[in-house]
């Protein structure tokens, strides 16, 4: 029975493709990116841009060339926020930000560079678009938000809030919903997009990045060689090399790209996950953390107990159950506190693919069994 | 060897295997090569790839709005400049 309820940490089991690329690139094929072109390197550099086409076809864009890879969704949102983000200007942002946004605005408004504030939303953190226009300044240089809450699932509508905020450049941090939730940067009309490959894409760790729709409107964070223009001591300016300094995780992409060609199908249907998620509600003793419309809800949930602690609650789930859940506040201090669970946090249980009707079955009875 | 050969630069990797797979689909000859020292360090592969096909790669390059750089092998005098294709490119 699969009891790993952490998929939004990273996801597990991945694919077993994903290791034997990995092993494969490792110990028979080898070759890095670009640089020369030798079969074992022009092998490797077209399984390379073979993943950012498979890419660029999950989050809806047309422009696989505007997709540069990083080491993780945190990686590319600093090197898109520090890189946008000039004195003197203000940013809006979401109460249910992650860190990997958060600490970066606060870094920079500590330093004296922007100010920033957060939208208006409701009680689950659906940030209400029809306020947006108030919080505007003509100074707002950039509004970034999550598209899926890390801490209640909740997907926010960022085609609604690219049409709230016009010129505005839109950057969306998608960690939480590639691979599991509809994406669509080129319909949503969003500029910019941070992803990670091992949680919903079902890669390894130490694989991500970022879509980059205007190059021009990003200084680079990391300078270096690119096998580019190597004349020069300046970084190109055009994508992907601008934002590619030094070698790429290439091992790492070999591992995505076979997971984007391995995609499970699910093995339990929408209805079990809403089944799921009703009858944890029944429990009069936890408030459960989720999308209000189950129509924004992403394969994850929380859970506060009314009297045993989120630390306690996933002691008792792993030790009584073999149930492998997070506690805490998932790096998400501003959604605690959005959601009434500060500083306590609490408990998170994340689905994946290869979960069967049965195994949340045993997950439901547990909670509820739990919480008695 | 490809006969009546020219080398084609690209400003990066990405369009250097864009274009070689559109070559294949296309079942045109095409061979990946380092860029050739008197040319440039743009990156470090070209295509070499026979000069009747030149104009339909020239679409396929306008199309995906691909800047291209044609060099005859049979002149590879580092002071020939660039083809108009470069420009038409820009």
Known sequence: MNLYFDNCATSFPKPSAVAEAISKHLNETGGTYGRSAYPRILNSTRLVEQCRDLLAEKMGTKEAGKIIFSANATTALNLMIHGICKKGGHVLTSAMEHNAIARPLEHLRQMGMIEWELLDSSPDGTILTDRIAGKLRPNTILVAVCHMSNVNGMAQSPGAIKQAIGEIPLLIDASQSLGSHPVEVDRWGADFLAFTGHKSLMGPTGTGGAFIRYPEMVEPLIYGGTGSGSDSLSMPSFVPDRFEAGTPNITGIHGLNAALQNIPAPQHTRDDFAALLQEVKQNKNYVVRCAADFDQQGKLFSVVHNSLSSSELAQRFYEDYGIECRAGLHCAPLAHRHLGSFPGGDCRFSLSPYHMPEELNFLAKAIHDVGR | ?90
């Not at chain 2, 000859?29 to 050739?36: G, H, L, Q, S």
């Not at chain 2, 995906?64 to 590879?76: L, Q």
């Open chain 2, 1 to 90: 060897m490809l006969d009546d050969k020219v080398i084609v630069l690209f400003r990066n990797i990405r369009q250097v295997i864009l274009a070689e797979r559109w070559f294949v689909d296309n079942k045109l000859p095409v061979k990946v090569i380092p860029v050739p020292k008197p040319y440039s360090s743009e990156c470090g592969m070209c295509l070499e790839v026979t000069k009747e096909d030149m104009k339909m790669l020239e679409q396929f390059a306008n199309s995906k709005g691909m800047i291209i750089r044609i060099k005859t092998t049979n002149n590879p005098d580092p002071t020939t400049d660039y083809t108009n294709v470069t420009k038409r490119h820009q």
